[in-house]
């Protein structure tokens, strides 16, 4: 009887394993539906706060999610037809800048090589060829352009998942009314969740616009674009904001040469270092960081499980889960193997303080 107790967790393990497995698969042939479901549910984390703070100013809930959904069919509107007009310029535009930077490519290797560093091009074309950026970029633009198509259905989920958010602490009382613990768990780390989501969409806005105004003084052609790819981009911490700088610097140097290029190229340097290093984390406070190694294994399983889009959703999603996985003791510990090198050695907190000072 003992042997078969010392089996029974490796049996678990294995079991859970296999599960997660069949639910990821199902997940990604499900793709075409869970995507805007759980692009949904990420807008309404962002609408859910103008939407109280118009309840707080006696506007009933129904009326304050019909003008918050109205106000922001208005923005997406008027956004995507000032993008759009870009983005489909952009895409005229590709083989003319890929014809180009391979024309740059080829004077740099020739450069080089005046200074006696003799590289092969057919082998350094084989593995990176400029040009190929370009189109890298227009692939992730229409993954993301996808999502108009289902912009209605998007918004329709949007509206019930706000609507539902004044009786889910009903709710909640009602499922877990003899288990305060639960029912304290679950509020924190749906409030904790809210305000990262709310914090990162503010820092993200500003890094776009940011991005933008630079751009437009500088005359790099589709500024517009580019600052729309930098908020997008900046959900994916470290490796997000150096995906957004790329076609930006590579299109300043098709432009206007290298010293232009390199300026550019410190622009986006100084606006991710000034919001992403000191900016947000003073607002997001500490508890809410992830590993560099969950980061990139996260872009690898949400990338193929829901396409170019779970580029974007795939470090909101582990936050939540991490989240999730803070306000149990039980599971505390694989929040905190989760986190940063540098939250190891600090006792685990729970989740409901994301927003508290260093």
């Known amino acids: 009887m003992a042997e078969e107790k010392q089996g029974a967790p490796p049996t678990q393990i294995l079991v859970s394993c296999a599960a997660l497995v069949i639910i990821i698969a199902g997940i990604q042939a499900a793709s075409a539906i869970v995507t805007p479901v759980l692009v949904a549910i990420f807008l309404g984390a962002i609408l859910e706060s103008p939407v109280v703070w118009l309840e707080r100013r006696r506007v009933p809930r129904g009326i304050a999610v019909l003008l918050v959904v109205l106000a922001t069919v208005g923005v997406m509107a008027g956004l995507g037809a000032v993008v759009g007009a870009s983005t489909g310029r952009f895409f ?26 003799n590289l092969s091009r057919d082998a350094i074309r084989t593995g990176m060829e400029p040009g190929r950026a370009m189109q890298v970029i227009g692939g992730l633009l229409t993954g993301l352009g996808g999502l108009v198509s289902n912009g209605v259905l998007i918004l329709l989920i949007v509206a019930f998942i706000l609507l539902e958010g004044e009786s889910l602490a009903s709710k909640l009382r009602s499922a877990f009314g003899q288990r305060p613990g639960v029912q304290e768990q679950l509020r924190r780390f749906i409030d904790s969740f809210k305000v990262y989501v709310a914090i990162k969409t503010l820092i993200s806005l500003a ?14 052609d589709f500024a517009s674009v580019w600052g729309l790819l930098a908020f997008v981009l900046n959900y994916i911490p470290n490796i997000g904001s150096i995906l957004a700088a790329v076609p930006a610097v590579l299109l300043a140097w098709v432009q206007f040469g290298s010293a232009k290029a390199l300026v550019v ?31 990139f294994l996260s872009l690898i399983l949400w990338a193929w499980v829901l396409g170019p889009v779970g580029l974007v959703l795939a ?6 889960l ?8 039980s599971t505390r510990w694989l929040a905190i193997l989760m986190g940063p090198a540098t939250d190891a050695g600090v006792p685990a907190r729970g989740a409901g303080d994301p927003g508290s000072r260093d």
């Open 315 to 320: 470090v909101p999603l582990m936050v939540g």
């Open 265 to 295: 190229a410190i622009g986006y340097l100084v606006v991710n270092n000034v919001l992403g290093v000191v900016i947000e984390p003073r607002l997001m406070g500490r508890g809410v960081g992830l590993s560099p190694l969950i980061v």
């Open 92 to 117: 005229s535009a590709i083989p003319l800048y890929q014809e180009r930077l391979d024309q740059q490519f080829t004077q740099l290797l020739t450069w080089l090589q005046g200074y006696g560093l």
């Open 207 to 220: 890094t776009g616009l940011l991005v933008w105004a630079m751009l437009k003084v500088l005359g790099v």
């Open 322 to 329: 991490k989240l999730a996985l803070e306000v149990s003791h």
